[in-house]
């Protein structure tokens, strides 16, 4: 979960394609904090840490990097970055730190997301649970499956 307030920039050090697939390696101040399988919103794009490379050479910068699938960079703007581009970064929040920034968000989302029940005529037995119109316009997936 994330509070959709950045914590900084990172710079994208090297862009590697794995078939359709891109391979970010950025660096910024807390990578040495980093674990494998980390989820670290990118550009407010959650992806998973791969890899991370702090080199033993004080000279040296240390790296991470992630992977954006295609079905991500069919939907975002991560495709566009380039060598040397800022990202704004944000690591997924502490459960025991501040939730600055998410009530209303939380709010916002709830509001606009919930869930209502329908029932067969006559019946009192709720036919299924489906998402407010607002998913339809926003949600491909939503508007191919007709949710």
């Given at each position: 979960m994330f509070s959709g307030i950045i914590?900084?920039?990172?710079?994208?050090?090297?862009i590697r394609k794995d078939r359709e697939n891109i391979d970010f390696t950025l660096t910024c101040s807390f990578v040495d904090q980093l674990k494998i399988d980390q989820s670290v919103a990118h550009?407010?794009?959650?992806l998973t840490v791969v890899s991370i490379d702090l080199p033993t050479d004080p000279s040296g910068m240390p790296t991470?990097?992630?992977?954006?699938?295609?079905?991500?960079?069919?939907?975002?703007?991560?495709?566009?970055?380039?060598?040397?581009?800022?990202?704004n970064v944000e690591?997924?929040?502490?459960?025991?730190?501040?939730?600055?920034?998410?009530?209303?968000?939380?709010?916002?989302?709830?509001?606009?997301?919930?869930?209502h029940v329908e029932y067969l005529p006559g019946s009192h037995h709720p036919l299924h649970l489906r998402a407010h119109q607002f998913l339809r316009h926003t949600c491909r997936k939503c508007r191919k499956h007709r949710v």
């Open positions: 914590e900084e920039f990172a710079t994208v050090t090297a550009n407010g794009v959650c991470y990097t992630v992977t954006a699938m295609k079905e991500t960079l069919d939907r975002t703007n991560l495709g566009l970055l380039k060598v040397g581009d800022k990202v690591r997924s929040m502490l459960m025991n730190g501040r939730l600055d920034g998410l009530s209303h968000r939380q709010r916002r989302l709830t509001n606009r997301l919930q869930p």
